[in-house]
């Protein structure tokens, strides 16, 4: 199973023999490889009923839920790794889930689309809306309710009390873009987050 650069990045960050939960999985593919390749168990939770069917096909334990208001349903630590991938831009209530899921587990792995890129910047400076690989929407059609910067979610972690342990700046194929890599805010199309409490 091929899975894209992010994800296969974040597979990586995720520790062998696991449990893990999976916020906004869609069809489950990254859940699906970490249980066959990396040994974990776990559980997806997905709103979108033809995703949770996929998921399903897919061998995936997913549970139709919605996280801006179902994630007490989980007990806290009840897992040991919490992933939210290219997701929490698309929620209503980000800072809410993002407390959720540290109350779940005392390691999270987030990732989020920077919408603070220069060509992003430029877009809007021309009077257009951003589109890229990470935003390939028009305004109309996007799921993206909340539009951040790095800068902006790294406030946020630090007032919820997130420690960020690791961030991984990506490019905009998604692919690592390395430790010496600057001004990540203007160049990165996304980043990947491990957070701790």
């Not at 994630?71 to 929620?91: D, G, P």
């Not at 809007?124 to 109309?140: A, F, I, V």
Request: aromatic share 6%.
């Amino acid at each position: 199973m091929s899975l894209r650069p992010d994800l296969a990045l974040i597979a990586h960050l995720v520790p062998n023999d696991t449990r893990v939960l999976d916020l906004g999985c869609g069809d489950g593919t990254l859940l699906a490889h970490l249980i066959a390749e990396h040994g974990c168990a776990g559980t997806g939770v997905e709103i979108d009923p033809q995703k949770v069917l996929a998921a399903v096909a897919a061998g995936v334990p997913v549970m139709e839920l919605d996280l801006d208001s179902d994630l007490e349903l989980f007990a806290s630590e009840s897992y040991e790794t919490v992933v939210l991938s290219r997701t929490v831009q698309t929620l209503l209530r980000p800072k809410v889930v993002l407390r959720e899921m540290a109350r779940i587990s005392g390691r999270l792995i987030v990732s989020v689309p920077n919408f603070g890129l220069l060509q992003h910047r430029l877009r809007l400076l021309r009077g257009r809306m951003p589109m890229s690989k990470e935003l390939p929407h028009y305004w109309y059609e996007t799921p993206n309710l909340r539009f951040t910067t790095l800068v902006e979610v790294e406030q946020l972690f630090a007032e919820l009390g997130l420690v960020i342990d690791q961030r991984i700046n990506l490019s905009l194929a998604g692919e690592p873009l390395g430790k010496r890599f600057r001004a990540a805010n203007l160049r990165a199309g996304a980043a990947v987050y491990v957070l701790s409490r």
